[in-house]
């Protein structure tokens, strides 16, 4: 079955540092999804990626798509504490809106 | 515009009952997908619903079944509840499968526990 794996599990960092979270996928991926679930939480949407090298940025968040659409990342600039929260990527499996998540990044920031 | 609305938020069976969980899904989308979500992991598709119709199912077995009604709103059973079927019970809402891959809208949950 597909394997979607994400790096690191867990990232512990101080406000004001940079965060990445890296997802990599054994196929080749038509899209990817990106949720963020804060602790309590459920899963939120934060974006979608389609074409290969594709770079979107929502303030301090910038979102990228392999050359080869196996992988992504998502990268946070200047970590804040409302920023805590497992980062899961979200790729397709089979048709309709069925999705395989990948493993998830937990991020804690300390003040 | 009411999110998706999911109850109850928590309940308590032991094993071998039975339990049916709720959905409504976000104003506008018809099609509900479920997920299970085990603590510390990510969420595990079970099943999508779209039109009254099961239209994709994960690795599940049969103990998990679902409905959707006229309204959208959804309902998932399981039957014979295993102590390995606690977990977080997730709905998802979006629009109509064909319209190609949609964001997926979470409701708060059912924390299920089975003791």
């Known amino acids: 079955g597909q394997q979607v794996m994400q790096i690191p599990q867990y990232q512990h960092v101080q406000e004001g540092e940079d965060f990445t979270t890296y997802c990599n996928s054994s196929?080749?991926?038509?899209?990817i999804q990106w949720y963020k679930q804060r602790p309590g939480g459920h899963p939120v949407f934060l974006i979608q990626?389609?074409?290969?090298?594709e770079v979107k940025k929502q303030k301090r968040l910038t979102f990228q798509f392999g050359e080869a659409k196996k992988n992504s990342s998502l990268h946070i600039t200047a970590t804040q504490t409302t920023d805590v929260g497992t980062y899961f990527c979200?790729?397709?499996?089979?048709?309709?809106?069925?999705?395989?998540f990948g493993t998830g990044t937990q991020l804690k920031v300390e003040l | 515009d009411a999110g998706v609305t999911q109850s109850p938020t928590h309940l308590i069976k032991t094993r071998g009952q039975q339990v049916t969980l709720r959905c409504s899904p976000k104003?506008?989308?018809?099609?509900v997908s479920w997920y299970q979500q085990a603590l510390g992991q990510g969420p595990q598709f079970i099943f999508q619903?779209?039109?009254?119709?099961?239209?994709q199912r994960g690795n599940f077995p049969d103990r998990f079944s679902g409905h959707q009604f006229p309204n959208y709103s959804s309902e998932l059973n399981v039957n014979a509840l295993l102590l390995g079927d606690s977990a977080l019970y997730l709905c998802?809402?979006?629009?109509?499968?064909?319209?190609?891959?949609?964001?997926?809208?979470f409701g708060d949950g059912t924390r299920l526990s089975i003791l």
């Open positions: 990626l389609v074409k290969s090298g």
């Open positions: 998802a809402s979006s629009l109509g499968d064909r319209r190609g891959w949609q964001p997926q809208h």
């Open positions: 196929t080749t991926l038509s899209n």
């Open positions: 619903y779209y039109e009254e119709e099961e239209r």
């Open positions: 979200a790729v397709p499996a089979g048709g309709g809106n069925k999705l395989t």
């Open positions: 104003s506008g989308h018809d099609t």
